[in-house]
């Protein structure tokens, strides 16, 4: 199982990014492909999932209307539009897979490396 996670950056404050998960090594339509974030000092935070099979997405309410989940079947990648970006969104941004459902971090078992979002005036 790999999932690589890129398109982090500096961007300002109120602007916009897209992350992207390249998944590979398991059946994609099979997973829910997770995004979380983890800012220095604090505690891994589930963000948004998406269940491939059915495309159903879930939001934490800390990005709900912000941030919108969405995924490309033919190219295996999950990707995270994030809008409205605030000081407090940066973080390291990372993806995962599970079998299952939700955004508690414990269900998922694989993850990928991490792409840094900077937030800043």
């Known amino acids: 199982v790999q999932l690589q996670a890129s398109g982090g950056g500096l961007v300002q404050i109120g602007g916009s990014l897209r992350l992207s998960c390249a998944a590979s090594g398991f059946t994609f339509d099979e997973n829910t492909i997770g995004w979380f974030r983890q800012a220095p000092g604090k505690e891994r935070e589930g963000l948004s999932c998406i269940d491939i099979s059915d495309g159903n997405t879930y939001y934490a309410a800390s990005v709900k209307g912000r941030f919108t989940i969405s995924a490309d079947k033919a190219k295996n990648t999950v990707y995270l539009t994030m809008n409205s970006l605030k000081p407090e969104d940066t973080a390291v941004y990372y993806c995962?897979?599970?079998?299952?459902?939700?955004?508690?971090?414990?269900?998922?078992?694989?993850w990928g490396q991490g792409t840094l979002v900077t937030v800043s005036s």
């Open positions: 995962a897979t599970t079998p299952l459902i939700g955004l508690d971090v414990t269900l998922y078992k694989h």
